[in-house]
């Protein structure tokens, strides 16, 4: 190439680019309609979609398509943007006046001025946005955990919880049902309903009679399973954080509410609870105890019982290859899903009975079951795939009166709330308010969770009517457990939890209850299980001493 | 073929490239049989040959091929061409200045190496190489943003053109190695210095500055970062990858999808390296590391 | 000669036009790195001297009675988390490693394409594949690689069944560090073959018909000629000791569970992905206290590679 030419080269480039940069992505906001207001709205659809959110702003736009908002403007557009953002680089930085997303440290984001106090529409009847039908404010519609842990910065509310999600197991009941893999009174298993025993709840007639309610069950249950040529459990192998949506769910079922909120709350007195922990284990036989628990001990929930069993199963589970599938780390979580349903459908495969998954596993299973479906046509069509409760109890079997009613964890932390950037833009923040508001009327809820499949995490009730539109039985069981259980909100006002909320997290990856061992974050469960630790050791030596304890948190011991 | 050749030292190098070559082009292939297979057969027999071939996945993925982008706080969908288009006017735009910027640093600190400046940013090119730097990408949007640049071409182009990095000494190496006497008789003609350098000591330079620039257009090209993090209204189809494999919800979200997908992305680049591959690999030379 | 005065004038004009020229060519890439270098990396430097508050303020300078409470929780954490240390061991590991087994492969394919042997064309072409595939793609598929292929053909060949090299924490590490190596070289390779074939013949051939063997042309003549260049490669390799992630991003994201394959690269990248705003002073301070660590070891390093190199440049 000649000088000429290059320089010709670098001329024509630059023509090019100026050319494509004119006619490139920016260039055109034709669907912008400057006659109507608009408000940026930031929506995190995984697992979740964001339909639901066009529906609430079609209503939205409809019920204020004759309202001025700004001058010479009339009606109101609603721009809805899936964006997987959790605030912790800027909300201000961003164009979104709402955002509605998961992974929250809210108290950060008061902390650091990027969210705006909407005290007045939390707590403020939605009588006049749902033009007299819910006369209640959002805040009656709060579990009391929440009251307290949104307004313990400084006693104003800046975010209202948004979706409301459980880890634990997913099963297949058709399977279940085929094989008859509940328990009946006479120890045996069983797939005739009369026979079943009452299930964790400890009442009969319930949809978890025959479940094992004890980890004797469980492991029972697991050994049949293999017998019968099928795999207990499979889960996602890309990442070894997905077991631990199973270790999460499995203490909180054993705890139960009251006692789990000690991790968070470490006040005993307020429900008049104390922990269960393990102090020794003589032989194979842990010995359970009950301690008072305040902010000087706080430490001793690493050694709650329902931690030492969550462990001793995952030890069985990861020590025996035929209790789950073949462990994969090329295999994500859709192909983890779909190999999950195609096992009970596809010939020579092995049934896989349950899968360790979040309870919004089914939205992102939608291509999965569609194919499924064209596939296999009549076989595949109208599975059923349940939500199982875990056991509440070590030994033997829940009598009928003595069980606990099903306990489940919300662990994605997801919130709404508007961005400060809008704190003096009256007109946008008066949209927002009232769009937010919206969302959270009864109606609001409901065609949420029709949508979804999945509940917010505030309190409401379903209609019947309502249910029966969604046409899979799993996500009316999901939605049936959330009206019809204990679900532990793992917030507290407490200021240990407050100024360390990444600690007490009980998702994927949490740092101190799930993954550390000789009382240093070193080598996580699911490693030291399979290089043969055992649970008894590992329980120990992950426990957290006084002396660690207190040069964290001495500054908030009396 | 000379006798010499056949020692065991080239035998055993032979022996070991073979292996080594064997070992990249044998994924790519996996890759291509992969990119034609039915799901469920992939799910089955992910490293076996297709039982029968999917060519419709690339018609799939062509159809289907979509990222959202979002402009002015509004989101829009972008298909597979709107991404060709970004991609080219980000990985050019990008690949361009940070080929230029290190060169004329590099020829003004090459030509008065008496100057201090010259010396020091000879020794700051060497002290970056050296302090690793904790991610510090909000201060960076923050940065764009104060400017009025952020989420522009303009601004990403701006961001890329730094002098920092082993191409500034590349290019320093080849201009100190220039016979002084091409400029000084430039000079005696009367040239003034910005004639020299864009008509004489420029073009001399010309390999290494095409070379580099194809380097860094294939670096920028399969970046999805940046585009990720400062460009969110232009979306790139390194991006758009990253999307579709890591975004549920998504028409393309099987493997074999994803893999014709990988695959369509990749020939662009490939074609352009065949074209180029003497260039590309053509003769770089660096300078030593003393100040 | 005495200078006339229209010549010493001519001289100081055109000296003039000389800076002129000089300060507007370095003005953008020096405000450039103002803006963009230095202005943005204060920020995490001043973050080092700053803490979270929940109740006030959010972040704030700690005050000069704890001006150096992060970097004390640095030295801390290196106390009592043993992953760290496990880390910092990694990233040792891994440079060495890439050091020797990177450098000595690439010298020797280079010298090889060099002297132009057998299908030396060829093999050029596919060394600089790694660099032309996004690295997205070669994860995947190396995944797949290591996970399904390679236990089906241990099964087929030895008839035993082995777990994927990456489920397997015994191979873990291995397996990563092996593909950070297997994709790394190509572009040294390339660069150093064009280096060696800027060597005078007249050196190579005076050697020939000394009767100097293949190998011992290879270790005395070529490398220290283009020691200028592989010291580049060594002192950059070296400066990103603790910046190097060993692609661990790329293969598990921000969830890379098993501590024992981390590296102080990964650690702080995955820290800053994930962490509080809370713990941002930490991981500034953290940085800086590599970066002291890593000067040292990059200087005398670079000491050391200049005097391999013979020119004594």
Redesign the interface.
């Known amino acids: 190439?000649?000088?000429k030419s290059?320089i010709a080269l670098?001329l024509a480039?630059v023509t090019v680019?100026s050319v494509?940069?004119g006619?490139?992505?920016?260039g055109g906001?034709s669907?912008?309609d400057s006659s109507k207001t608009?408000l940026?709205v930031l929506c995190y659809?995984?697992?979740i979609?964001s339909e639901w959110a066009k529906n609430a702003a079609k209503r939205f736009e409809e019920k204020y398509a004759n309202v001025s908002f700004e001058e010479g403007k009339m009606g109101v557009v609603i721009?809805?943007?899936?964006?997987?953002l959790d605030g912790?680089?800027?909300v201000t930085?961003?164009?979104?006046a709402i955002w509605f997303t998961e992974s929250v440290?809210f108290?950060?984001l008061?902390?650091?001025?990027q969210i705006v106090d909407i005290s007045d529409i939390v707590t403020g009847s939605l009588s006049e946005i749902s033009d007299g039908a819910d006369t209640a404010s959002i805040e009656d519609k709060l579990a009391p955990e929440f009251k307290e842990a949104l307004t313990a910065?400084?006693g104003s509310y800046y975010c209202v919880p948004h979706y409301e999600v459980y880890t634990g197991l997913v099963y297949d009941v058709d399977l279940f049902d085929e094989y008859g893999y509940y328990f009946s009174e006479s120890g045996s298993f069983t797939a005739v309903a009369e026979e079943k025993t009452v299930g964790p709840d400890g009442v009969k007639g319930t949809k978890d009679d025959g479940l094992p309610s004890s980890y004797e069950e469980l492991y029972a249950l697991m050994d049949q399973m293999v017998a019968d040529g099928v795999v207990p459990f499979t889960w996602v192998?890309?990442?070894?954080?997905y077991v631990n949506d199973l270790f999460a769910g499995l203490q909180v079922a054993y705890a139960g509410k009251d006692e789990f909120m000690l991790n968070v709350t470490f006040d005993s007195s307020a429900t008049d609870t104390q922990a269960t922990i393990i102090e020794s284990v003589e032989g194979d036989t842990p010995v359970e105890q009950k301690v008072t628990i305040t902010n000087e001990n706080g430490y001793l929930m690493t050694q709650q019982a329902g931690r030492y069993y969550a462990f001793e199963l995952m030890e069985k589970i990861l020590s025996n290859d035929s209790y789950h599938t073949k462990?994969?780390?090329?295999?994500?979580?859709?192909?983890t899903q779909?190999?999950f349903i195609?096992s009970n459908l596809?010939a020579g495969?092995k049934p896989i009975a349950m899968m360790i998954e979040g309870t919004y596993w089914y939205?992102?299973a939608?291509?999965?079951l569609k194919?499924s479906v064209n596939?296999y046509k009549e076989l595949a069509e109208g599975r059923r795939f349940g939500w199982m409760p875990l056991p509440v109890q070590y030994k033997g079997s829940v009598t009928e009166g003595n069980g606990r009613k099903t306990t489940v964890l919300e662990t994605l932390n997801s919130v709404a709330f508007i961005n400060a950037k809008f704190k003096d833009d009256a007109a946008i923040l008066d949209l927002a308010k009232k769009f937010l508001q919206f969302c959270y009327t009864d109606e609001s809820l409901v065609e949420f969770s029709v949508t979804t499949g999945l509940p917010k995490c505030v309190n409401y009730t379903i209609p019947e009517d309502k249910l029966a539109l969604i046409d899979n039985y799993f996500q009316k069981d999901i939605l049936d457990t959330k009206m019809n259980s204990d679900v532990v909100y793992p917030y507290s006002d407490n200021p240990i939890f407050?100024?360390?909320?990444?600690q007490f997290m009980f998702n994927?990856?949490s740092p101190l209850w799930a993954?550390s061992y000789?009382g240093?974050?070193?080598?996580?469960y699911?490693?030291a299980f399979?290089?043969g630790v055992t649970a008894k050791d590992y329980f120990f030596a992950s426990a957290m001493d006084q002396e660690t304890w207190n040069s964290r948190y001495g500054e908030y011991l009396n | 073929m000379k006798k010499r050749n056949l020692s065991v030292l080239n035998v055993s190098l032979f022996l070991i490239l073979t292996v080594y070559c064997i070992s990249l082009i044998w994924p790519l292939i996996w890759a291509i049989f992969t990119s034609v297979k039915e799901q469920y057969d992939f799910l089955y027999n992910p490293l076996g040959l297709p039982s029968t071939y999917i060519f419709e996945n690339f018609g799939t993925v062509l159809e289907k091929f979509e990222v959202n982008a979002i402009v002015d706080g509004i989101q829009e969908r972008h298909g597979l061409f709107q991404m060709l288009v970004d991609t080219l006017l980000y990985a050019g735009g990008a690949a361009f200045v940070a080929t230029l910027v290190p060169c004329i640093t590099a020829y003004a600190t090459a030509k008065f190496p008496q100057k201090k400046m010259s010396g020091l940013i000879y020794a700051i090119v060497i002290a970056t190489m050296i302090i690793p730097i904790v991610g510090s990408y909000p201060a960076e949007i923050t940065m764009l943003q104060n400017l009025g640049i952020y989420d522009t071409l303009l601004g990403v182009w701006i961001q890329k053109a730094n002098f920092l990095g082993v191409y500034f000494l590349v290019f320093h190496a080849a201009f100190r190695g220039l016979a002084k006497e091409y400029s000084e008789a430039a000079e005696i003609d009367g040239a003034n210095e910005f004639t020299i350098m864009s008509k004489i000591m420029l073009p001399l330079v010309r390999n290494t500055f095409f070379t580099v620039f194809l380097i860094k257009f294939v670096e920028f090209w399969n970046d999805y970062q940046v585009p990720l993090l400062y460009l969110p209204s232009r979306p790139t189809l390194s991006f758009g990858l990253y999307f579709v494999s890591n975004y549920t919800g998504n028409t393309i979200s099987t493997v074999p999808l994803r893999m014709a997908g990988c695959i369509i992305i990749l020939l662009p680049i490939l074609a352009l390296f065949i074209a180029f591959k003497e260039k590309l690999m053509g003769n770089i030379t660096m300078g030593g590391v003393k100040g | 000669m005495v200078q006339t005065r229209k010549q010493s004038l001519n001289t100081s004009r055109k000296n003039r036009g000389k800076t002129i020229f000089y300060w507007s060519i370095l003005a953008f890439p020096l405000l450039q790195f103002v803006v963009f270098y230095i202005g943005v990396n204060l920020n995490s430097f001043a973050l080092a001297f700053q803490e979270f508050d929940m109740y006030d303020e959010g972040l704030k300078f700690v005050g000069f009675d704890r001006l150096w409470t992060n970097f004390v929780a640095v030295f801390q954490e290196f106390q009592e988390a043993d992953y760290l240390l496990k880390a910092f061991n990694n990233s040792i590991i891994a440079y060495l490693i890439g050091l020797f087994v990177g450098l000595t492969l690439a010298l020797l394919f280079s010298y090889y394409l060099y002297k132009k042997f057998f299908m030396s064309k060829f093999f050029k072409v596919i060394l600089f594949l790694p660099f032309i595939i996004s690295s997205i793609i070669l994860v995947i598929i190396y995944k797949y690689f290591v996970e399904n292929a390679i236990p089906a053909f241990v099964l087929q060949l030895f008839g035993t069944e082995i777990e994927g090299l990456l489920s397997n924490p015994d191979t873990e590490f291995v397996t990563v560090l092996f593909f950070s190596i297997w994709t790394g070289f190509g572009i040294q390779t390339l660069i150093y073959g064009s280096a060696m074939s800027d060597i005078s013949n007249d050196i190579v051939d005076a050697a020939k018909i000394d009767g100097v063997t293949p190998m011992r042309e290879f270790l005395q003549i070529d490398i220290p000629i283009i020691a200028p260049t592989i010291a580049v490669f060594v002192v950059s390799s070296t400066a990103t000791i603790f910046v190097n992630q060993m692609n661990l991003f790329s293969f598990y994201g921000a969830d890379a569970a098993n501590y024992d394959i981390w590296t102080i690269g990964y650690y702080m990248y995955q820290g800053i992905t994930v962490a509080p705003l809370a713990d941002y002073p930490f991981f500034a301070a953290f940085g800086l206290v590599m970066t002291m660590i890593t000067i040292p070891i990059t200087l005398i390093v670079r000491h050391f590679m200049n005097k391999l190199d013979p020119n004594g440049r």
């Open positions: 190439m000649n000088r290059m670098i480039m680019m494509l940069a006619c490139g992505g920016s906001n669907k912008v608009h940026s659809d995984g697992g979609g721009d809805i943007t899936n964006d997987k912790k680089n800027g930085t961003t164009p979104y440290n108290n950060e008061i902390a650091t001025n910065v400084n192998g890309s990442s070894e954080n462990l994969d780390k090329s295999t994500s979580h859709l192909d779909e190999k195609l596809k495969e939205n992102e939608t291509e999965a194919r596939t407050v100024n360390d909320q990444n994927q990856g993954a000789d240093r974050t070193s080598t996580n699911y490693t399979k290089a």
